[in-house]
C-alpha cells in the first residue's frame, strides 16, 4: 500500500503549476491502510486506500482542489493520527479534528448530520432524509453517503437500511461490520 500511496504523490506533481498545496499522510489502522489529506488548519479526506476506485476519488478530488500533495505532518493530520489511534482502542467516540467539507451544499448538509449519529448508534437512510428535512430523497441521501471523503470520522458506516441490513460501504461491508460492532462494545 505505500506503493500506491507513493504513486498517488507522484500523480499529484500533474497538479504542480497550481498554487494550492495539501498534505498527505499514510495511516495505519487495524482495518488497514488509510490516507490523510489536509491543509495546515483542516482535514480534507481520510479514506482507506485498498477502497473501490481508490485512485480515480484522489484524482478527481486533486482536481477540484486544483492542489498539489506534499508530503508533510500538518496539526490536523498529527491530530487524525492521535485520534484513529485512540478510536481503535476503543477511547475514543467523538473526532475533534477540524474538518473542511468538499461537496455540494446537500452533500455537506448530508455529512453534517452523519456526525450527529450518536457512538454505537445507527440510523436508515430514511431517518437520515427525514433529519434533514427531506423525506422522500433517502436515495439522494444513499449518495450523498457513498462519496463521503472522511471515513469513520463523518461515521457514514452508522447508516443502514431501513429493513435492519447494513446496506453498502465505501471501504467494504466487511470494515463496516467491524466498525459497528466495535463501537457497539464500547
Not at 498534505?23 to 490523510?36: F, Q
Not at 488548519?41 to 478530488?61: G, N, S, V
Not at 471515513?151 to 452508522?158: E, G, L
Amino acid at each position: 500500500m505505500k506503493d500506491i500511496f507513493s504513486h498517488i504523490i507522484k500523480v499529484s506533481s500533474q497538479y504542480s503549476a497550481h498554487h494550492t498545496r495539501l498534505n498527505a499522510a499514510y495511516l495505519d489502522t487495524p482495518l488497514g491502510p488509510m490516507i490523510a489529506i489536509a491543509d495546515e488548519t483542516a482535514l480534507y479526506l481520510l479514506e482507506f486506500m485498498d477502497r473501490k476506485a481508490f485512485e480515480q476519488k484522489i484524482i478527481r478530488f486533486l482536481q477540484k482542489t486544483k492542489s498539489k500533495l506534499i508530503t508533510e505532518i500538518t496539526k490536523p493530520i498529527g491530530s487524525i493520527r492521535e485520534e484513529l489511534i485512540n478510536y481503535f482502542n476503543g477511547t475514543l467516540k467523538n473526532f475533534k479534528t477540524p474538518i473542511h467539507y468538499l461537496g455540494s451544499p446537500f452533500q455537506q448538509k448530508v455529512w453534517q448530520a452523519l456526525t450527529k449519529i450518536s457512538y454505537g448508534k445507527t440510523k436508515s437512510y430514511l431517518q437520515l432524509a427525514e433529519t434533514i428535512g427531506k423525506p422522500t430523497a433517502f436515495r439522494a441521501v444513499a449518495q450523498a453517503n457513498s462519496t463521503n471523503p472522511l471515513a469513520i470520522i463523518v461515521p457514514c458506516h452508522r447508516v443502514i437500511n431501513a429493513n435492519g441490513n447494513l446496506g453498502g460501504y465505501a471501504a467494504g461491508i466487511i470494515r463496516k461490520k467491524w466498525l459497528l460492532e466495535h463501537e457497539a462494545k464500547i
